[in-house]
């Protein structure tokens, strides 16, 4: 079933750790005024906080945008993280628990994968990462 | 913007609230103010309440970690205090377990885990 994907909601800019709690609060509430249970909108707003941070450290600057999306009669929040940062070179290792390049616990990626629906990740070296999640209502 | 946290002092332990809309810099500002303090008033016990975080991510939670660390070398007891309900939950999910960390359910009873009564 394909996804219909509406308007983007809200935009941040990513360039420093303060935009990350920014993104991240204003996340909390584009969920809650979707009708996001609590846990749901805790998830959410992780993840976002997750997504962002590894768009300042690795990339130094980036997007965080969130969209309403639709499947069937499931609706749901869809976060895109984009970044024109060194990208990743190896995307299997950097799914992986622990695994990190900088000095971090290396659970962003791989955690956020367990805190959403869906997750798809596309980046190449020199390319810059794209992240796209989805959160659904139940 | 920098945002200051204060540490309360009750007797030989301290106690600091953690806010919730705290950068990463400011997270390390009040790691630093935290362990400053126990040195300067050689603290016994800290009890470092997040009962205000509404996100408790990676990078918060190795520096809760770290702080805890760096206070048991000094032969003083940390306890976190007031992790919510649905903060937890994202923690476990995100792989975030705080193993060797004391942790306890509100202020009172992280007192009272450093063998202290909070006086109100």
New interface residues.
């Given amino acids: 079933m394909s996804t219909v994907e509406s308007d983007i909601v809200m935009a941040c800019q990513i360039t420093?750790?303060?935009d990350?709690?920014s993104a991240?609060?204003r996340g909390?509430t584009v969920a809650a005024d979707m009708g996001f249970s609590?846990?749901d909108?805790?998830?959410i707003?992780?993840s976002i906080?997750?997504l962002a941070?590894n768009i300042v450290n690795y990339a130094k600057t980036g997007t965080i945008e969130l969209s309403l999306v639709d499947r069937g009669r499931k609706r749901g929040l869809q976060v895109v993280a984009n970044d024109n940062g060194p990208g990743i070179e190896n995307l299997e290792a950097a799914m992986t628990?622990g695994f990190s390049t900088t000095r971090?616990?290396g659970?962003?990626l791989?955690?956020?994968r367990?805190?959403v629906d869906d997750f798809h990740i596309v980046s190449e070296p020199g390319k810059g990462v794209r992240v796209t999640v989805v959160k659904w209502l139940h | 913007?920098t945002i200051r946290v204060p540490v309360l002092q009750q007797g030989k332990v301290l106690i600091v609230s953690v806010q919730?809309?705290?950068?990463?810099?400011d997270l390390l500002n009040v790691q630093q103010d935290l362990l400053d303090k126990v040195f300067s008033v050689n603290a016994t016990g800290v009890v470092i309440d997040v009962s205000a975080l509404?996100?408790?991510?990676?990078?918060g939670?190795?520096t809760l970690s770290d702080i805890a660390a760096a206070i048991q070398l000094r032969g003083a007891k940390t306890v976190i205090v007031g992790i919510?309900?649905?903060?937890a939950?994202?923690m476990v999910?995100?792989?975030?377990s705080l193993p060797r960390v004391a942790t306890a359910l509100d202020l009172e009873a992280g007192m009272a885990l450093l063998g202290q009564r909070h006086v109100a």
Avoid: I, N
């Fill in positions: 420093s750790d303060a990350v709690v991240r609060q909390r609590r846990p909108q805790a998830l707003a992780t906080s997750e941070r628990d971090s616990l659970l962003g791989p955690g956020t367990r805190m | 913007m919730d809309a705290l950068s990463d810099s509404d996100v408790l991510d990676s990078f939670t190795r919510q309900a649905d903060v939950m994202s999910l995100l792989g975030l």
